[in-house]
């Protein structure tokens, strides 16, 4: 059986991480990419964990403001606008591991860019989640991409570019 993303986090570090090193905790895997990058707030970094659990991650949404996690899906506590001088709105990632939200995630992965005339595409087979992680901070743009197990592959393969149907 493959790996499935079981768990999603975001860690904080407030001073430069090359000179005040957090850590990852063991058998997560940390995307290494400031979700405030740009933004001059706290440090975060999104971490995740893979294992071959029968409850995997199926869906992730970002939430804005106040608004509640719909029914099933689980908020996470960090504003990813965190300590930015600039904050417009609050936003927070909510997981769900409900089978009725999808095929099981496998992979994620974080995106960014300085110009906004430019967007980068998520890689072939990647699903962009709607919502740009700096909106309203006034820093690059974030994008958090995901990558579905497939339909005919068995539990935990990677899709391949043919077969992912976001």
């Known amino acids: 059986m ?13 001073d430069d991480p090359v000179r005040s090193p957090f850590h990852t905790p063991t058998g997560w895997e940390w995307i290494d990419v400031d979700l405030n990058k740009g933004a001059h707030g706290a440090y975060l970094y ?11 991650v199926t869906g992730i949404r970002v939430l804005k403001d106040d608004e509640k996690p719909p029914a099933g899906y689980q908020k996470l506590p960090v504003d990813l606008n ?5 904050h417009g709105t ?5 997981v769900t591991r409900q089978e009725g ?18 967007e980068i595409p998520p890689e072939t087979g990647y699903t962009r989640v709607d919502t740009d992680l700096n909106k309203g901070a006034k820093g690059d743009f974030i994008y958090l991409d995901y990558l579905r197990a497939t339909e005919n592959a068995p539990s935990g ?8 149907h976001a």
């Open 2 to 14: 493959g790996q499935f993303v079981t768990d999603v986090n975001v860690l904080v570090a407030y």
């Open 90 to 94: 609050a936003l927070f990632l909510a």
């Open 46 to 56: 999104l971490v995740f964990e893979r294992s071959a659990d029968d409850r995997p």
């Open 82 to 86: 965190r300590g930015t001088p600039v």
């Open 157 to 164: 393969s990677p899709a391949t570019p043919d077969q992912e």
């Open 101 to 118: 939200a999808g095929r099981p995630i496998v992979d994620l992965t974080v995106t960014h860019w300085q110009d906004g005339s430019q």
